[in-house]
Every structure is written in C-alpha cells, then in structure tokens.
C-alpha cells in the first residue's frame, strides 16, 4: 500500500518544490509522489553473479544538483540491467527541499521508462551520509562491487566538480568539496581492494579533463571520461544529458554483449564520447584518455617547463653579464689608481657590482657550463671579489637588498615573454583552465621562439596524440583537444595546486611563476 504524503514537482529549471496544490502534468514539470517504497530494501537474485561489466552511479546530489542528479538515476533505469551487465546507482540527496526521499540509498537499476520515480530495488538504505568524504566514496563502492562482480568495472560520478581542486559537494557535511587528493585516495583503496586499477572513470562533473587531475587518478584507474568545459548549455552548469549519453553506451555494450562481441575498457570510454555527440547542444566538449599514458605525457610536460626555466636564466645572465662587463671597466680603473680615490664613486661602482656578483652567483652556476667564454667571465668576477670585500668592509652597514630587487624586476627573457603571449592566445575555458595542446601548437608554430623549446612543446603535442582515445568538441570551441591545464595569465600558482601531484613532480608551477614575471 503506498502511503501518500505529498505532491512534488520536477522543474527542470528550478528542481524540486514541495506544491500539494498542483494535481497536472506538462511538458516541463513533472510530479512525483513521496511515498515508502523508498524506504522497503529489497534482495535481488543478480547479486553474487558475474558479469561482463558493473557500472556505478555515484550521484552525490546533496546541493543545488539534487533534482538533476535524481534524474541522473531515472535515466539510468531505462536501460536498467541485463544478463550481461550491473547497472547501480548510489544517489544521496540528503536532507534538499522537496525531494523524494531523504537521505542516500543503493538501486539495482532494472529496465523502467517510468520518469515519475525509481521504481527498481533498493538495495541498501545508507541513511544521510557525507559522500565528499573519500572514507565513505571507498567503502560504498568496494559494497558494490563485492556484492556484484564483473569482469569490468565503470564508475560514473555525477556532480559539481572543479578541475584540478577536486569534485563532490556535500550541504549536509557543511559544504565539504572532495579534494582530487581525496578522490585519488578513494580509488586507489578501491584499486587495492579489487587487487587492478578500476577500468573507466567517467566524470558528469565540470571541468575535471585535465592533465592534473588524470595525473592524479593515474595509479587507481585505466581510462578516464571527462569534458574540458562546464557541463550543460543556455547558461547551465549541470544537465541530466550526460546520463543519456552514459545510458545509451550502456545500452551499445549490452547489445553487442547479446552478438557475442566483446567490448573493453577503451571501447567503453569512446563509446561514451561517440554517445555524447548526440547531446552537443549541452555537452560541448568531451574526451576519453588513456591514465596509462599520462606519465608519459608529464614528463614531457616537464621538459618542456624545465628549458623554459632554463633559457629564462640564460637570458638573464646574458643581460647581466652587459652590466658586468661595463662595472669590471670601471672597477679596474679605480684599482690602478694609487692616489686620490673617488670613494663615492668607488662605494657607487662597488655597491652595483656587489649586486651582481649576488644575482650572477644564483644564475650562472647553470649557464656557465660548457661555455668557455661565461667560465671566464665568472673567473675574472672571482679574481676581483676579495678586492670588493675588503672596500666593502668599511661599509658593513650598506644595504643592497632594494637595489638587488630592483635589478630582477629588470630581468626579462625574450622566450619567456613569448611564451607569455601565448598563454592568452590559447583556447580558454572556465578561470585559468586552457587547452594544453593548444597553447603548445602556438609556440610550435612561432619560429622566433628558440628551437629547443618549440621542440620540447612538439613532444608535448605527440604525447598529447597517445593520450587522447577520442575527443569531441562543438565549434564554439575550436582550440578544444580534450586536455586543459592550469595556464595563469599573470601570478603563479595558489598553494593549493602546490599539493597536486602534478605540480609535486613536474616543474609546471615553477615555470609559470617564472614566464608570468616577465
């Protein structure tokens, strides 16, 4: 007997409303009874058998998203499961206004065009949970996961997300936002447990394609689904089409499962980045990747951060050594002078050489090496720097940190300065995310940038090419090639993107740092 208790309306717009008044349908809002079959759990006999392929919703609706990621789940279910395939659904939607039921619960999907409500089995009530905790994230999906084995394992998570700084709001702990450090945790509990990385990871969140955050996820999972862009058209964030799509790949693998052809890991990503093509109008940009080959990908990226550093010195020094060579002139002049010293002058010319003997003694220990003529350089400022010591120990007091500062804020590489311009140029997306294959193609293409590092960008391009399975992008976004990366236009890093482990193990950061002081 179902125990009616009230009348809620879907509003595609604006969610859930709590209306007892409304008592019709339309085209835009629909209306769902709250009522107790969302509360009677229910065995199935599918579970404990082996399948091709498990796939997990993790629907972490507790926020704004909680209408649009329970209709996550109605979508979902109008594949449902079958012989060869788990489809389950772990949707929270903790304590949101007017939704059908409170609180997180674990469907068995079974086949139901119902879009009123879920009709499939409740296998578990969770109670109200924290799904931005990576404690819970682990243990729920290890349940499943045990309770339903599979040859191949997806997982599906829907919600906010955030790039490199992670994914999954949750209102009822507060607004906890799951770090990527979090979710790297997560799954490679899950990886552990399961003895093998989880086969896809597919974001129906924003933003999470980036190099970063597959890096990150790179030891726990194999291929990763993700869009460069915010999810959802017409000024959206959030649309319940990435579910259509991962419903109608669902449905791909389920039929060519029935014909006995075999769908793996890496079929599975791109069918859902095929499937997602039919929604262009919302989701804009998508694109699968292959985790195994983001090392690869990193230490290019890496090299390519490293001779930027590396020619930015260089072009300091040699602008240094112009000044040098300039002070040595005059502080020669001023040792062969035996009687009436100008000792203002001698402070002044010594002041300015103790300064570079400073900044020189920091760059060129790098830029001297193989180069005759620098090493010479550095030999002649030795030579002359117990003679400085001794003139400046009557000035013990002078302090040339001002004057020091001064001379960086002078320094300026030419490629840094280039490399900078392109930044701006290249395919841009929400905040500091732009398309890294996009910007690398820039510097390539500009011949006035050293060959070394149009080289090295070249590399990032060709690992780019290993990385990315298949990409699909509308034309608003022309430059789009499946991969963002933190890509500043001035200032360097926060310290947060210091605690990725992309940023830990590559030079990137420093190398903004360096290119945006120019």
Same mark, same amino acid.
């Given at each position: ?284 940009? /998508? ?13 290019? /990226? ?60 920091? /760059?060129?220990?790098?830029?001297? #090496? ?11 400022? &030795? ?38 311009? #392109? ?93 945006? &002081?120019?």
């Amino acid at each position: 007997m179902v125990n009616k208790v009230d009348k809620v309306v879907y509003d595609p717009l604006i969610g859930f409303s709590v209306d007892p008044l409304v008592n019709k349908k339309t085209e835009d809002v629909q209306t769902y009874e709250i009522d107790d079959i969302y509360n009677k759990e229910q065995k199935v006999e599918e579970e404990g058998k082996k399948k091709k392929w498990l796939v997990i919703h993790y629907g972490a609706g507790d926020n704004n998203l909680a209408s649009f990621i329970f209709s996550d789940t109605n979508e979902l279910e109008k594949v449902g499961s079958d012989e060869n395939t788990h489809v389950i659904s772990m949707l929270d939607l903790g304590n949101q206004y007017g939704v059908p039921f409170k609180g997180a619960k674990i469907f068995y999907l079974k086949k139901d065009d119902n879009t009123g409500k879920i009709n499939s089995p409740i296998i578990k009530n969770l109670g109200q949970v924290n799904t931005a905790d990576p404690k819970f994230m682990a243990s729920v999906l290890k349940e499943i996961i045990s309770r339903f084995p599979a040859d191949n394992i997806a997982i599906f998570i829907g919600d906010h997300g955030a790039g490199w700084e992670g994914a999954v709001e949750d209102d009822s702990a507060g607004g906890k936002f799951m770090k990527i450090g979090e979710i790297r945790e997560a799954l490679e509990d899950v990886a552990k447990s399961l003895g093998k990385k989880i086969d896809v990871l597919a974001f129906d969140a924003c933003l999470m394609a980036m190099a970063e955050v597959g890096y990150e996820l790179k030891n726990a999972v194999k291929y990763m689904v993700a869009s460069e862009q915010l999810e959802g058209g017409g000024g959206f964030n959030y649309t319940i089409l990435f579910s259509k799509a991962m419903a109608d790949a669902i449905k791909n693998i389920q039929q060519a499962s029935l014909l006995k052809i075999k769908v793996g890991p890496e079929d599975f990503a791109k069918l859902i980045v095929n499937a997602a093509k039919e929604y262009s109008h919302d989701i804009e940009t /998508i694109s699968a990747v292959d985790l195994d080959k983001v090392t690869d990908l990193a230490q290019k /990226i890496n090299e390519f951060a490293q001779t930027v550093i590396s020619k930015a010195n260089e072009n300091q020094a040699a602008e240094l050594l112009q000044q040098y060579q300039k002070l040595s002139k005059d502080l020669q002049d001023l040792k062969n002078q035996q009687v009436n010293v100008d000792y203002e002058k001698l402070l002044e010319v010594l002041k300015n050489y103790n300064n570079l003997t400073q900044v020189l003694s920091g /760059i060129l220990g790098v830029s001297t #090496k193989n180069n005759p003529e620098l090493e010479k350089q550095v030999e002649q400022l &030795k030579e002359f720097d117990q003679k400085l010591k001794q003139f400046l120990s009557a000035y013990a007091a002078l302090n040339t940190s001002n004057k020091l500062q001064d001379l960086f804020a002078e320094l300026n590489s030419t490629d840094a300065k280039k490399i900078k311009e #392109k930044i701006t140029k290249a395919q841009s997306f929400y905040g500091s995310f732009r398309d890294l294959k996009d910007f690398m193609r820039l510097i390539v293409e500009d011949k006035s940038i050293s060959e070394e590092v149009r080289n090295k960008a070249k590399a990032v391009m060709d690992a780019l090419d290993q990385y990315v399975l298949a990409e699909f992008h509308v034309d608003k976004y022309p430059g789009a090639n499946g991969v963002t990366i933190e890509l500043p236009s001035y200032g360097g890093p926060s310290s947060d993107y210091k605690e990725t482990q992309f940023a830990k193990d590559t030079s990137w950061d420093e190398m903004l740092s360096k290119i945006n &002081k120019a």
